[in-house]
Every structure is written in structure tokens, then in C-alpha cells.
């Protein structure tokens, strides 16, 4: 699979969303979606009504982050405003089974996050029935911190277990990555890349997304 950069509107400026989007959308693969509940993550971001004003202005592949507790109950309202993909965290969902099952039967690619301190190894049994797992670089709740540098290594060892099996999963980063560590993070198996600050915070926002795709395949 060819590598994808998918920037955060997170990292938007909110008054300018669909401008924001607009500047972007011929240099980047789809557009992250961060909902944050604040219960399971400390930061409360936007639901809903942002989606669906984010749905009218592109027709960009729409990833969307659940950093919710229980995100059962909106997977339904995600999959109906016509986000493409649906991304729950494995620390927030009881029956992942179920819910990954959910978010198939509604037409989404299915994903699975992980926080910094969440094993890969747990994912063992869930893996086959997976699109993409979303590897977190952070601990989730803000745009522009700090990479954790052994997401590294956790992603190698994701990489094998895919590998392993033989599976068709896709491994998404996600927090901190920039022109510094991308390309270390494509060698490593990743092929989805969530920017927020990386390419919403700079000057040019188009340019930063297509440095940051040509260092990755370069
Ligand atoms: C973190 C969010 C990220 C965030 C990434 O909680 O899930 O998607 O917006 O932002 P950067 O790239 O600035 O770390
Ligand atoms: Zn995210």
C-alpha cells in the first residue's frame, strides 16, 4: 500500500475549517478526525455538527478517531454522516469484538487504537477481523506534543504480528510525527500518517503535506 497522510483538523484553525481543508485537500489522502469526550481523554474537541460541516466540503477520505468511552452508542451516527473510516480505542470499548463487527456492517473500514502503554499483543485475537490499527505516538488529548520515541519499536512488533498471520492490516500513527521521524515510521510498517501540527501549524500547510509524503518514500 502506498504511504497516506491524513492531516488533524485538531490542529485547524476552527473559524476556518473549510479554508483550512480546501488548502490542503489535492496534497493529502484523507482528512482525521479527532472526537474527544473529555472522560476518556482529558480535552473535549467537537462531534457531530463538525462532521457533518466537514462532509460538505470534501469528499476526502474521512478517518475518524473515537477517543470516546463506550463509542457503541455513535458508531451509527458516524457510519450515516458518510465518514469512511471509524477508529475506536481498545481501552474504551468492552466488547471490541462486537464493535468492530458494527462498524463492518455499517460499510466502514474498522479500526482499533492503542495508547502508549496498551501492548500490542493484546490486539492478537482481534487483529484478522481489523482494517487498520492506529498506533498512538502520544498520549491522546492535544495536537503538538512530544513523540514517544519506543512507538517505534511497538510498531515493529505490530508489523510482525500482521506479518505473521499474513493479514491485510493497515498501521496508522498517530501524534508528533513530522519531517523528523517519518521516515523511520514508514520503515518501521506504517502507511497511514495522522499530522495535525506537522502540517496545519506551518506556514504553508500544503507544502508541509508534501514534504511530508516525499520523505517518506524517498
Ligand atoms: C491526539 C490526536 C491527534 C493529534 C495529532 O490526541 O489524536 O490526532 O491531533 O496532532 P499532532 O500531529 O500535532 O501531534
Ligand atoms: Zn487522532
Redesign the pocket.
Known amino acids: 500500500m502506498e504511504m497516506k497522510i491524513y492531516p488533524?483538523i485538531?490542529?485547524a484553525d476552527f473559524l476556518k475549517l473549510g479554508e483550512e481543508i480546501k488548502k490542503v485537500e489535492n496534497n493529502v489522502d484523507g482528512i482525521?478526525i479527532?472526537v474527544?469526550d473529555g472522560m476518556f481523554?482529558p480535552?473535549i474537541s467537537f462531534g457531530t455538527p463538525i462532521v457533518k460541516a466537514v462532509k460538505k466540503v470534501t469528499d476526502l477520505y474521512l478517518d475518524a478517531?473515537l477517543?470516546i468511552v463506550d463509542p457503541d452508542r455513535y458508531i451509527e451516527d458516524y457510519a450515516k454522516m458518510g465518514v469512511h473510516g471509524i477508529t475506536v480505542h481498545y481501552e474504551a470499548t468492552t466488547h471490541l469484538h462486537r464493535t468492530v463487527s458494527k462498524i463492518k456492517e455499517l460499510g466502514c473500514d474498522a479500526g482499533v487504537s492503542l495508547n502508549p502503554h496498551t501492548p500490542v499483543f493484546l490486539l492478537e485475537e482481534i487483529l484478522p477481523y481489523l482494517d487498520r490499527v492506529l498506533i498512538?505516538s502520544?498520549?491522546?488529548?492535544?495536537?503538538?506534543?512530544k513523540?514517544i520515541p519506543s512507538s517505534l519499536e511497538k510498531i515493529r512488533k505490530l508489523k510482525s504480528m500482521i506479518d505473521e498471520k499474513n493479514l491485510n492490516v493497515t498501521i496508522e500513527v498517530?501524534?508528533?510525527?513530522?519531517l523528523k521521524n517519518i521516515r523511520d515510521l514508514y520503515l518501521a510498517g506504517v502507511r497511514e500518517f495522522?499530522?495535525?501540527?506537522?502540517v496545519f501549524?506551518q506556514e504553508d500547510s500544503a507544502k508541509a503535506a508534501e514534504e511530508l509524503k516525499k520523505v517518506g518514500l524517498g
Open positions: 488533524s485538531l490542529a482525521h479527532d474527544m481523554v480535552n478517531h477517543m498512538m502520544v498520549n491522546p488529548g492535544f495536537t503538538g506534543q513523540f498517530d501524534g508528533g510525527v513530522g495522522v499530522v495535525g501540527a506537522g501549524h
